[in-house]
T-cell receptor, first 117, second 111 residues
């Protein structure tokens, strides 16, 4: 079966612009979560969506937002980009209703590499 | 503040060596600990540990959890160049609402 698909794979933006990243989960998976990975901070949880509703949110400013569509595809948006937003953005999908339930494992996409100049 | 600390941050070994990667955590109301392997972009799941003292094993990789001392180790025996990757440790809180990652250990296996 197809894995988690993220687009675009690479993109370059300038400070002050906004960006939208897309994530298509594995067929049948209803939960999509997003992560930011940087060399300094490692991998950090951004937010999670299940059945079009945001269920959990990490400690990121309001410039980071997301949504989920009825087909479970998800998008995340970063507005007013800053240099520090340069990172690999990963999404992951899972079956269960709980974000990180004990029996749940996440399947990650290959990520979108964002560079902010 | 919940945190997960991995050590070492990086190491270089020769093929055939055995390595031990460490993960310690301070997480309120711990539920589970997970190990992932990240070779290029997408982390891939290795193990999930919930109970102390029960070793999980998959081929040359094994892992164990100590909930009293709040740490886990990942062992890789007879390392191969294909084991070169970043190994990530993550902890889930009891409510299942937080997944906290360590910064990873970069393993390089030379032939």
């Amino acid at each position: 079966k197809a894995g988690v698909t993220q687009t675009p794979r690479y993109l370059i933006k300038t400070r002050g612009q906004q960006v939208t990243l897309s994530c298509s989960p594995i067929s049948g998976h209803r939960s999509v979560s997003w992560y930011q990975q940087t060399p300094g901070q490692g991998l950090q949880f951004l937010f999670e969506y299940f059945s079009e509703t945001q269920r959990n949110k990490g400690n990121f400013p309001g410039r980071f937002s997301g949504r989920q569509f009825s087909n479970s595809r998800s998008e995340m948006n970063v507005s007013t980009l800053e240099l520090g937003d340069s990172a690999l953005y990963l999404c992951a999908s899972s079956l269960d209703s709980g974000l990180f339930s004990g029996a749940n494992v996440l399947t990650f996409g290959a990520g979108s590499r964002l560079t902010v100049l | 503040e919940d945190k997960v600390v991995q050590s070492p941050l990086s190491l270089v070994v020769h093929e055939g060596d055995t390595v031990t990667l460490n993960c310690s955590y301070e997480v309120t109301n711990f539920r589970s600990l997970l190990w992932y392997k990240q070779e290029k972009k997408a982390p891939t799941f290795l193990f999930m540990l919930t109970s102390s003292g029960i070793e999980k094993k998959s081929g040359r990789l094994s892992s164990i959890l100590d909930k009293k001392e709040l740490f886990s180790i990942l062992n890789i025996t007879a390392t191969q160049t294909g084991d070169s990757a970043v190994y990530l440790c993550a902890v889930i809180n009891q409510a299942g609402t937080a997944l906290i990652f360590g910064k990873g250990t970069t393993l390089s296996v030379s032939s």
